[in-house]
């Protein structure tokens, strides 16, 4: 449970505020590139409270910079794009990339006024179909060394989706292993080898039965959570017979991504995102080690509940998420569908758009969420912000009670060394 002022302190993310400018200090997903199509690769975007316009221009370059004129304030998403930026409709000015004001056709011949213009502009790099942008003051920090960035871009697939409430429900629910055993409960389980790309619905590591039966008969597990040098690792473990034990490894990279293991061969890199306090975006890379992606089936499977170009979902509180009361007693814990997303975006959404955390009441299954709750406060304190020191290793596996500890690890390392492209072991 938190007070009002702790918890407006870790929700409030616009310009001024402490948990915005905490953000602000790591690179944040702005776009997905497929938003910057054809050949007016223009999009306005509203990114923790502030409202701007990302482009591409001819040089290939991104360019993310304040939405309104430096003039007279007219809005930039409407500006000629040309080789060298964006020029303002109303008086020509030209901005690059990087802010700087090039062209006033309308000020006279030879004035230096235009050098004097230095607009709101952030920079920007493109990983795998998403565009980062660095918010923050100073030199960027390193770009991290996760998979999903390392691995070719046949091997990846990025998608985003829209979530209509405040970032950090939205994180907390990814950094809680326990409610998957209900919120995403099966009462059939489907064939594994049908679920390609689907959360949940792999074998156990060990090939004995689906995953979607062991988080439905163990719906009990002990969680534990490790700070590390890039936030919080997060251990799921459902005991099993025979001396057994499920390992479901999570990362937290402070202080907005999470490394999700999906199946074997495939995590997710997913950030929660604030649009502003009461919206935010999900944006997903998912990587595959052995195979690469089938981007057309990924895509396939989630254009018809979130689809281009708002990318909002099609279930959604206007028509009560698809709810469903005869599926719910015969098919799903939800009655919501079998798609993950709408369960999750059910979930935080009704919390409201801002989540009262003061009167909320945390058990042992929340320790992940408690563990990260006391990690931001500090770094908000003033005290030491993780940044990636290692690497993050998501895995689902099946382990013994005596060596589980030592066991995920090892399975992580043969995930690796039999990758297509992760030559490298890394640590776990």
């Known amino acids: 449970m ?131 942008a660095y918010l923050g003051p100073d030199a960027p920090p390193p770009f991290p060394a996760f998979d999903c960035f390392t691995a070719p871009d046949p091997y990846t697939f990025a998608y985003k989706g829209h979530i209509a409430c405040n970032w950090l429900q939205a994180l907390e629910g990814g950094i809680d292993p326990a409610h998957v055993s209900f919120l995403h409960r099966f009462f059939v389980d489907e064939d594994p080898a049908q679920g390609y790309g689907r959360q949940f619905r792999d074998r156990a590591a060990d090939g004995s039965v689906p995953l979607t039966k062991i988080l439905r008969e163990y719906d009990c597990p002990r969680i534990e959570a490790e700070e590390t040098g890039f936030g919080l690792r997060v251990f799921a473990l459902r005991e099993m017979p025979e001396s057994r034990v499920h390992v479901r490894v999570t990362n937290l990279m402070f202080p907005n991504a999470i490394v999700i293991p999906l199946s074997d061969d495939m995590t997710i890199t997913q950030w929660h995102v604030p649009i502003d306090d009461g919206e935010s975006w999900w944006y997903a890379i998912f990587s595959a080690f052995a195979t690469p992606m089938d981007k057309d089936a ?94 993050p290793v998501a895995v689902d596996t099946v382990g013994s009670a005596a060596g589980w500890r030592d066991e995920w690890r090892a399975h992580a390392a043969t995930r690796r060394a039999k990758s297509a492209w992760a030559r490298v072991p890394q640590q776990a």
């Not at 944040?28 to 409202?51: F, I, S």
């Not at 939405?67 to 930039?76: F, M, Q």
């Not at 990924?298 to 469903?324: F, V, W």
């Not at 989540?355 to 709750?373: C, K, W």
Request: proline share 7%.
């Open 2 to 132: 938190l007070t009002h002022g702790q918890n407006a302190r870790v929700t409030r993310t616009g310009p001024g505020t402490e948990a915005g400018a905490l953000l602000r200090r790591y690179w944040q997903p702005a776009a997905l590139t497929e938003e910057l199509p054809g050949n007016r690769p223009v999009k306005a975007l509203t990114l923790l409270g502030e409202e701007l316009v990302l482009f591409r221009d001819g040089a290939g370059r991104y360019g993310l910079i304040g939405r309104h004129c430096a003039h007279r304030g007219t809005d930039l998403c409407y500006g000629r794009l040309e080789n060298a930026g964006l020029r303002c409709l109303y008086h020509g000015w030209l901005y690059d990339v990087d802010g700087r004001c090039v062209e006033m056709p309308a000020e006279p011949k030879g004035s230096t006024f235009h050098t004097k213009i230095r607009h709101t502009a952030y920079p920007c790099i493109e990983k795998n179909g998403v565009v980062f």
């Open 298 to 391: 990924m895509r396939a499977q989630r254009t018809p509940l979130i689809a281009p170009p708002d990318y909002k979902p099609s279930r959604n509180a206007t028509n009560k998420y698809g709810y469903d009361p005869d599926e719910q007693r015969t098919a799903t814990y939800t009655g919501m569908g079998h798609d993950i997303n709408v369960h999750d975006t059910w979930a935080v959404e009704s919390a409201g758009p801002i989540q009262d955390r003061t009167q909320e009441h945390l058990g042992a299954s929340d320790r992940a969420i408690t563990a990260y709750r006391r990690q931001l406060l500090r770094a908000l304190d003033g005290g030491a912000r993780p940044m990636l020191s290692e690497p």
